[in-house]
């Protein structure tokens, strides 16, 4: 029971979930209503179904490629490769289904998911392989693919925007019958998937080694783990989420090009961080990513909501991780010294 | 005739600028233990970790139960049988006992983890070395003593046929460590073959029945331990016999340096009061875990929460950091050299010379041929090999780790020094000369603080010696009172 406490107090999400329902509690105070002319009865300006699901659809892109991008910072890695593996995943589907030019929703959707999956996954191989053969830090080889498969991307389009086919757009944004022009496939997508990665990570054989190879990476060896499977297997989810996410944004938005997502690396990491992964490994999870992604968006939407000037959305958003970060360390360390105090010591 | 346990025939293995081992050729006799003798960066921990799969060997060839062996990875080794429990601590701070116990092989059902299952399998590898641990607690939350324990049920507990020890008690407390010999003898009757690496020559040769000697990556000789003995195992180990370093006896009655009073930090030690003269050397004696190193922890400025009065030079001063306590003539030497002092990839001279660097500059620029010299006399005198002195010092010998922190802490010329467990892991004839390094750094007028679980090195070495036993100090023993048998009482508690 105490146990149970203990893990439920020091948890970040417990602290994210409780700052997320703050800000959304202040921003409603804060964001004043206006009347539906249709209805005549006053909306909040943020606290409608129209405004919150757009958020979390907002969100949902980039907060998909944090929960793969998660558990590569869990193992000690880092993938700056994320917005252009999403950009060259996104134009290969869109190329892809113009040359098939699929007839039905059905073969658009098993071509346009399978390219954009299998494009991640290769390139996150390509990813891992490169780190672990090259014996090269992440950050460098994921600097350079950065650079290598946004470039793929333009030149395979030449630098122009693809369409993509209307019965894929109806498929990502289909109404679910919620009706009223909402569209909640992506954002059930991101919690679908936060939901498998945390399982992924906190129940099975693999999610537990990824920590121990986070932690440390010489006692995970000497204990008979494969480096090379824990790293290649990390960058593979990073790729595979990143297509994933490639897929319904581009298929939400109806076309690709090799400029999307361009930045989103940086809105990953972050996303990852504020949801409590640690950089030099061993720590992270991937609802706290999830939760990350959606401050951020969160942030992001008070902005708007609140009429502020828009510029500012960066500085604020630069403040809120290093905040949350800070707060992080704050509360870890005040649990674990309440939970400490008086327990004396075993010897 | 059965086919020793393990062979190794004409094995070498070189690293970047030297020969850790060269064309090592030894049998280890089935169900035997076999120790391993030499002096710091001899080739020991190289050529059990070989034989763990850590390791390939360069040239040669190794054959278990007469079976020739190449191992390219720890897996292939534990698969065949092999475990080793190593010197440097290795393993996964952020995970529960548990989880590190299983590591190598965790209990699933389908692809996920069986929790209770691996509760259940940890619970019994620390039953089956005696050890009783709580096996969710997080490893980074143990002292270093119980994570040595866990890295022995660890070892043990994957079933192995074959078992290095590399050093193991040099961070356990004698009680742990004479449960340990009961683990050995009780494998050895199971016909478990064990190679044990120690500095310890008593342990040696209380454990071992055969005894092989290197130096310089080579063999010297192996022999058996009823035709040995502690002298010349040494003397093979150095190549002569081992000079008697007089201890020199301190000046008493310098003036006062350091007083504590009241110190407290709660939930670690209570109540702390003594005091440490120039020229006098001081030890503390406690079981691991007593609080010994936190009262260390605390005097050096890192311990924020620790309350009462510590008085330097008789100025009632509040330590903050251990940027201060340096300013205020303090030094440490940590007890966990891999986590608290080293810097891995910079190299030894430069770890050395990391606390006097503002010394050693002029307008910011480091005078280099001043901290060459300044190093390199510690080095000589500590039998620090030249070649390792622009090594990595990830790369060299735990013996000589050791020896580049003691170093730094000596160059500081600090007027008080701590030393927690300052000899940990060094072999015979350094750990002399570290000896008689203390006693000419109290004898200079520096007042010296040590804390020891070696209770010959702290008769040896102390005019005055405390105990510290649940975070009090519960005995206060001049030298000429002090015996190994009065202090173990006192740390256990036994009136
Ligand atoms: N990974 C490595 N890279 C480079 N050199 C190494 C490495 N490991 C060991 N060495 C070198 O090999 C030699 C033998 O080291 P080893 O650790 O086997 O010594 P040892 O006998 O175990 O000493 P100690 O008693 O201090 O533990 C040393 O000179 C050391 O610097
Ligand atoms: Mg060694």
Known sequence: MRDYARRLAGSQETGLVAVLFAATMALTLLAGSHLDRASGISINNFWNSHTLVQTATDASFFAIMAIGATMVIIAGGIDLSVGSIYALSGVGMALALRGTAPASGGAALATGLTTALGIGLLCGFLNGVLVVGLRVHPFIITLGTMWILRGIAFVATKAESILVPASLTSITKASLGLGGGLFPVPMLAMLALALIGTIYLARTVMGRHIFAFGGNPEASRYAGLSPARIQIGVFVVSGLTAGLAAFLGASFYGSASSGDAQGYELYVIASAVVGGASLTGGKGSALGATLGALLIVLIRQSIRTLHFDQNYEWIVIGCAIIIAVVVDRWTMSMTQRRFNFGTGRSA | ?495
């Open chain 2, 1 to 495: 005739m059965t086919p020793p346990a393990v062979r190794f025939e004409g094995v070498s293995k070189r690293f970047p600028g030297v020969v850790a081992l060269s064309d090592v050729t030894l049998d280890i006799a089935r169900g035997s233990c076999h120790a391993l003798c030499g002096e710091n960066g001899a080739g020991k921990s190289t050529l059990g970790k070989m034989l763990a799969g850590i390791h390939a060997p360069d040239t040669g060839r190794m054959f278990v139960n007469g079976a020739e062996v190449r191992f390219t990875s720890p897996r292939d080794a534990l698969a065949a049988g092999v475990g080793m429990v190593h010197q440097e601590l290795s393993l996964c701070e952020n995970m529960s006992v548990a989880e590190n116990l299983c590591l190598s092989d965790i209990p699933r059902r389908g692809g996920f983890v069986a929790g209770e299952a691996m509760e259940q399998r940890a619970r019994e590898m620390l039953a089956l070395i005696g050890a009783d641990l709580d096996v969710s607690q997080r490893v980074g939350e143990l002292p270093i003593a119980r994570r040595q324990i866990v890295q022995i049920a660890a070892a043990v507990g994957s079933g192995a046929r074959v078992l290095v020890f590399d050093e193991p008690t040099s961070s356990l407390s004698q009680a742990d460590a004479e449960r340990l010999y009961e683990l050995i003898a009780r494998l050895r009757g199971d016909g478990v073959t064990c190679i044990y690496v120690s500095h310890r020559m008593p342990e040696v040769f209380h454990l071992c029945d055969t005894i092989t000697v290197l130096r310089d990556g080579a063999v010297v000789g192996t022999k058996s331990a009823a035709e040995l003995d502690e002298s010349a195992v040494v003397q093979m180990m150095i190549g002569r016999a081992l000079g008697v370093n007089a201890v020199r006896e301190g000046v008493r009655g310098g003036e006062e340096r350091l007083r504590v009073e009241g110190l407290t930090a709660p939930g670690k030690f209570e109540d702390v009061s003594f005091s440490l003269h120039a020229g006098e050397i001081v030890g503390l004696a406690g079981l691991v875990g007593a609080g010994r190193s936190e009262i260390a922890a605390a005097l050096f400025g890192l311990d924020r929460h620790s309350q009462g009065h510590i008085y330097i030079d008789g100025k009632d001063v509040d330590i903050r950091t251990p940027a201060h306590a340096i300013r205020l003539g303090l030094g440490l030497v940590p007890e966990d050299r891999k986590r608290q002092a080293l810097v891995p990839l910079e190299t030894s001279v430069r770890n050395a010379s990391l606390a006097v660097l503002t010394r050693l500059t002029r307008l910011t620029w480091v005078r280099r041929r001043a901290e060459r010299t300044m190093v390199d006399e510690y080095f000589r005198r500590l039998r620090v090999k030249p070649a390792a002195a622009a090594a990595p010092i990830a790369s060299l010998s735990g013996g000589t780790q050791q020896k580049v922190v003691l170093a730094r802490w000596l160059a500081a010329q600090s007027r008080v020094l701590i030393l927690d467990e300052p000899t940990r892991g060094v072999d015979v004839g350094a750990k002399a000369e570290i000896h008689a390094l203390i006693a000419e750094v109290a004898a200079s007028g520096t007042a010296v603080l040590l804390i020891s679980s070696e209770l010959p090195e702290l008769l040896a070495l102390s005019m005055r010696i405390f105990t510290v036993r649940g975070g009090r100090i519960v005995g206060r023993l001049e030298r000429s009172e002090a015996s190994e048998e009065s202090l173990l009482r006192q740390m256990a508690g036994i009136a």
